[in-house]
């Protein structure tokens, strides 16, 4: 080994799913939306002056920060945005997971967090998730470095109550929970309403779900404005002027387009009904789903099969072959008819 590699900060990075080039494909293996953004961000985008290119963007993204403020009634001192979710759980980690005690979460979960806590030199440890896959909350209040798990979590679906949320938050006055609500516009309860109850709780969203906006990279996080100045003071001290002017205006229009999110949030859920008694019927089982999502197993036939022969049809799906979820399927609810050929496929694959 050269001298200087003993000096490499060596990370087992976090896989993305795929991004297929071929566009010919039905793509249910990232939980993006299958519904184009509301079109008055589509109108921002085209009517951007290019010539702007050439100055530095708002490094406050005031736009944007003022829109969500708005839309979720807290003060823009309360709101951080970032370059999508992960940007701003990765900031959340610099800033508030400094213990030497073990930040937890879930052993079934987003699969960032460790990565995270690796890159970033953080002690941790994985709970187990109870045997219907929920969180038991008494296993949250040993000493801990901070506490963090989506809701509902990933890649289950599965939704925890405010109430439960609120027994963690409550019994860790002396570290700062997350909870990811990445897909909680899909039926969930948001927390959000106890932010200003706890100072401790950070509830973070993004855009990439239920606002159609993956590409755009937009995620924010609201909580105590101590938190949020705690969160900006890191940001600042890495880079300013991480989110481009064209996805502040477009996040703020899209914000402000109510009508479109509810409408196409409502359309999602829909499908996902629809979907769950299809799989059911075809002899698969899932925990109920409150995302965009089903994590979903047959009764016979291998995941890992399934997940094969679906990508032969071109139909993509996300498969992990790790402990405790390598005989399940993570599905992406789409369009109706997107679901017609996953049904159609699934039924060829596993009679
Ligand atoms: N949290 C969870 C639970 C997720 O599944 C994802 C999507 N990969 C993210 C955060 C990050 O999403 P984004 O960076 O696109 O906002």
């Known amino acids: 080994m050269s001298s200087w590699e003993s000096n490499v900060r060596r990370v087992e990075p976090y896989v993305p799913g795929e991004q297929p080039k071929d566009k010919n494909i039905i793509k249910l293996n990232t939980n993006e939306n299958p519904y184009p953004p509301s079109p008055k961000a589509a109108e921002v985008m085209k009517a951007f002056e290019t ?7 708002d490094p406050d993204s005031t736009v944007l920060v003022d829109a969500l403020a708005e839309r979720y009634g807290v003060k823009p001192s309360q709101v951080f945005v970032g370059v999508g979710s992960d940007d701003v759980l990765s900031m959340a980690f610099m800033t508030f997971f400094n213990s030497d ?18 890159v970033y030199r953080i002690p941790y440890k994985q709970i187990p998730l109870d045997e219907n896959l929920h ?25 925890e109550s405010v109430e439960m949320i609120e027994e963690i938050v409550k019994a860790n006055p002396q570290s700062v929970v997350i909870i990811d609500e990445a897909y909680i516009d899909f039926g969930g309860e948001s927390c959000l309403p106890l932010v200003e109850k706890y100072e401790n709780l950070l509830v973070v969203q993004t855009f990439s779900k239920s606002r159609s906006m993956a590409g755009m990279r937009i995620g924010f996080a609201i909580g105590n404005e101590k938190l949020i100045k705690f969160m900006n003071d890191v940001k600042f001290s890495v880079n300013s002027y991480t989110m481009n002017p064209v996805t502040q205006l477009c996040g703020a229009q899209s914000v402000k387009d109510e009508e479109y999110f509810r409408k196409t949030v409502n359309m999602i859920i829909d499908t996902r009904e629809k979907t769950k008694k299809r799989l059911s019927a075809l002899g698969f089982t899932f925990p109920d789903s409150m995302s965009n999502f089903i994590f979903a197993s047959h009764k016979t036939k291998p995941a890992g099969e399934i997940f094969e022969e679906l990508k032969k049809r071109k139909i993509f799906v996300r498969y992990w072959n790790k402990p405790r979820i390598n005989n399940s399927l993570r599905i992406t609810v789409g369009t109706p008819e997107e679901m017609d050929c996953l049904i159609k496929a699934l039924e060829e694959i596993t009679t």
């Open 51 to 57: 010539d702007r290119m050439k100055l530095y963007p």
């Open 101 to 118: 005690k073990p930040v937890l979460f879930p052993d079934i979960t987003y699969s960032f967090y460790d990565v995270w806590a690796e």
């Open 135 to 159: 969180i038991n909350p008494s296993d949250y209040k040993t000493e801990n470095g901070g506490i963090i798990f989506p809701n509902p979590n990933a890649p289950t679906g599965v939704l």
